[in-house]
């Protein structure tokens, strides 16, 4: 497995739950229709190898990950902290159940 994409974000500047999906759905480019909430996260990040689903505008291979490094997130709420650490770990499991290795990769800065 090799990095196939990195993408950095900084909880500095996202202080809500609101403000952390506009910040992921600008970062990925989720669709206009991306709920807002874990399960539409959860989708959207799984569709990183199936570019064909339309769900993000970032793509990593099934021999790649994407490489997510968080900055200051220990300024994040604690809502926003469990969001995201159980999306990836979702996101894991769903990979695994397919015969892959996870797809995202967090890195704490």
């Known amino acids: 497995m090799k990095i196939g994409k990195r993408v950095k974000i900084d909880f500095s500047k996202i202080k809500t739950l609101d403000d952390f999906y506009t910040e992921l759905s600008n970062l990925f480019g ?62 894991s499991f769903k990979c695994k159940e397919k015969g892959q290795e996870p797809s995202i990769v967090l890195l704490l800065k």
């Open 30 to 91: 989720f669709p206009d229709f991306f709920g807002r909430n874990i399960n539409a996260l959860i989708d959207c990040f799984f569709s990183l190898r199936y570019p064909q689903d339309e769900m993000t505008k970032i793509h990593v291979t099934d021999s790649e990950y994407l490489l997510i490094e968080l900055y200051h997130f220990s300024l994040a709420t604690n809502e926003i902290k469990e969001t995201l650490i159980v999306t990836i770990e979702n996101v």
